[in-house]
T-cell receptor, first 109, second 116 residues
């Protein structure tokens, strides 16, 4: 199975940068996903990493180190609408996702 | 991204009754669908994996006789919560796997079930 840890909450100012860390222990790693979830809504796909390194996608970037069991999601130029829960999810060889508990990011003006 | 719908979005039922939730993959054929449950302020927990035309695979601790899953076509999977109890009140979310590219999962909008 997978043990996935991420911080519970983070607060940042509009226009700033926030980095959400995720560590995992897994049997059979087959990719790491980041999802954004607003309260009462389903998660939406943000990024995918399967090889080591940084994947950049506009204001959002995600990094993976498989040897360290570590990933981070970097949110740049924060906007109020970025206030949400961010979920780190690890996929196994059977294509099943295991989710972390989520990090609630609050963006303040 | 792909579109997945769920119906109903909210349902309130009495204890002891059964509730059916539909999950539809609207713009691609989904050989595999997943059912998750999310309690307040907790993350998504996988309940079962549903494969078209075969029996669902349930995660440990999930009662297959209580949570009936049917995946009769490539675009529709249903979850029936039988003899619901207040502790079954939760947010139920389905997802479809595209089977191409990253093979990422696309999530439906979720169904809020409240059992009184």
């Amino acid at each position: 199975g997978q043990n996935i840890d991420q911080p519970t909450e983070m607060t940042a100012t509009e226009g700033a940068i926030v980095q959400i860390n995720c560590t995992y222990q897994t049997s059979g790693f087959n990719g790491l996903f980041w999802y954004q979830q607003h309260a009462g809504e389903a998660p939406t796909f943000l990024s995918y990493n399967v090889l080591d390194g940084l994947e950049e996608k506009g204001r959002f970037s995600s990094f993976l180190s498989r040897s360290k069991g570590y990933s981070y999601l970097l949110l740049k130029e924060l906007q109020m609408k970025d206030s949400a829960s961010y979920l780190c999810a690890v996929r196994d060889k059977n294509y099943k996702l295991s989710f972390g508990a989520g990090t609630t990011v609050t963006v303040r003006a | 991204g792909a579109v997945v719908s769920q119906h109903p979005s909210r349902v309130i039922c009495k204890s002891g009754t059964s509730v059916k939730i539909e999950c539809r993959s609207l713009d691609f054929q989904a050989t595999t669908m997943f059912w998750y449950r999310q309690f307040p302020k907790q993350s998504l927990m996988l309940m079962a994996t549903s494969n078209e035309g075969s029996k669902a695979t349930y995660e440990q601790g999930v009662e297959k006789d209580k949570f009936l899953i049917n995946h009769a076509s490539l675009t529709l999977s249903t979850l029936t919560v039988t003899s619901a109890h207040p502790e079954d009140s939760s947010f139920y979310i389905c997802s479809s796997s595209s089977g191409t590219g990253f093979n990422e999962q696309y999530f439906g909008p979720g169904t809020r079930l409240t059992v009184t």
